[in-house]
């Protein structure tokens, strides 16, 4: 499962690796880490191999799921019992 491999490379306690999959591009360009213990979805490049942006995130984001086309994310806060809806794009 993605989310180890991006705890080993980060060296942090991620529960869900999802990458952002461009269709016409056909290869990841990014993932999107839940961290939480942190309150937080990182952004990874996963080109550079780095972190490019952290989003505050209350309530242990816990899991991730895109929209068809790849504009939002949606994150589960179970502790906050809410759906987080973030813009993937910007």
Same mark, same amino acid.
């Given at each position: ?6 705890? $080993? +490379?980060? %060296?942090?306690?991620? @529960?869900? #690796? ?6 016409? #591009? %056909? #290869? $990841? ?8 213990? %942190?309150? @937080?979805? @990182? ?9 490019? /942006?952290? +989003?505050?995130?209350? %309530? &242990?984001?816990?899991? +991730? /799921? ?5 504009? &939002? ?6 502790? #906050? &019992? ?9």
């Amino acid at each position: 499962m993605r989310s180890h491999l991006w705890s $080993a +490379i980060l %060296g942090v306690g991620l @529960s869900l #690796a999802a990458p952002a999959v461009d269709a016409r #591009a %056909g #290869a $990841a360009s990014e993932a999107f880490t839940t961290n939480q213990t %942190g309150n @937080s979805v @990182s952004v990874v490049d996963l080109d550079a191999m780095r972190a490019v /942006a952290e +989003i505050a995130v209350g %309530g &242990r984001p816990a899991g +991730i /799921a895109f929209s068809p086309n790849l504009d &939002r994310a949606y994150v589960t806060a179970p502790e #906050a &019992r809410e759906l987080v809806v973030l813009d993937a794009k910007t």
